[in-house]
């Protein structure tokens, strides 16, 4: 699986987004394939109202759930190739999201990079 395109409207942030306003950086690899997998999964988990709904060898998507009942998607695509971790975060409904996407990767990213073995 790949990650979706951003739609037009300022709801969305991707590692492979052309548009600056809605790139965002790919997370590094940390050891071996299945440790980065491991790892990604254990900081994605660990924020509430979380659900992961497709957990593949080289791709994983979460449901993120607001406090008013909206659901956001996180997708997560492994290039060990390349040493990387594409991702993406959009929102499903409206056109605005004030930032919440943005902020949510760099929230995923600081708790994954915080992780020990």
Do not use: H
């Amino acid at each position: 699986m790949t990650l979706n395109p951003c739609p037009a409207s300022p709801n969305c942030v991707s590692s492979l987004a052309e548009d600056p306003a809605k790139r965002i950086d790919p997370f590094p690899t940390v050891g071996s394939p299945a440790e980065t997998w491991t790892r990604l999964e254990r900081a994605v988990r660990s924020f509430p109202r979380t659900l992961i709904v497709v957990r593949e060898e080289r791709y994983l998507k979460a449901e993120f759930r607001t406090r008013l009942g909206f659901v956001d998607d996180v997708e997560f695509q492994l290039n060990p190739d390349l040493g990387l971790v594409q991702v993406r975060s959009a929102s499903r409904t409206g056109y605005w999201d004030l930032g919440v996407n943005r902020r949510r990767v760099e929230a995923i990213r600081k708790a994954y990079q915080g992780l020990r073995e």
